[in-house]
């Protein structure tokens, strides 16, 4: 029992120490509020980084991605052919050659679209 009163009391005392620092050390430290030091109003903006920043990588990306779509529809089209050519009148051949051909329209417009998406948002949000 003896012991247990004494980890109570040590634990009640260090808590008080504890309390009276924390709520001593500003008088302690003396602190003070700076004076000449201000904040700035408008601080700079970090170089390389903003909306600009954004558009150029996009318009970046869509270059990329209609250079891509155009070659592969170039490779589709490419196939295309050589099945028409080596179709033999067989049906499946000539549809599966058609199907190709198709691909490669698709892929003709995304491309198309790709590249047209910053004209048509610049025209509808009336941007110059």
Known sequence: MKMQNIFKVSS???????????????????????????RPQNPPPIPGFGIDWVIGILNTVVKWTFTVFLIVAVIFIIIAAFRYLFSGGDPAAVKKATQTVV?????????????SIEFLIRQLLSVS
């Open 12 to 38: 009640i005392k260090s808590g008080l120490a504890i309390g009276a620092v924390a709520l001593a050390l500003p008088i302690l430290a003396f602190a003070q509020p700076a004076t000449g030091i201000t």
């Open 103 to 115: 691909f490669a329209a698709v892929a003709i417009a995304v491309a198309l679209l790709s590249v």
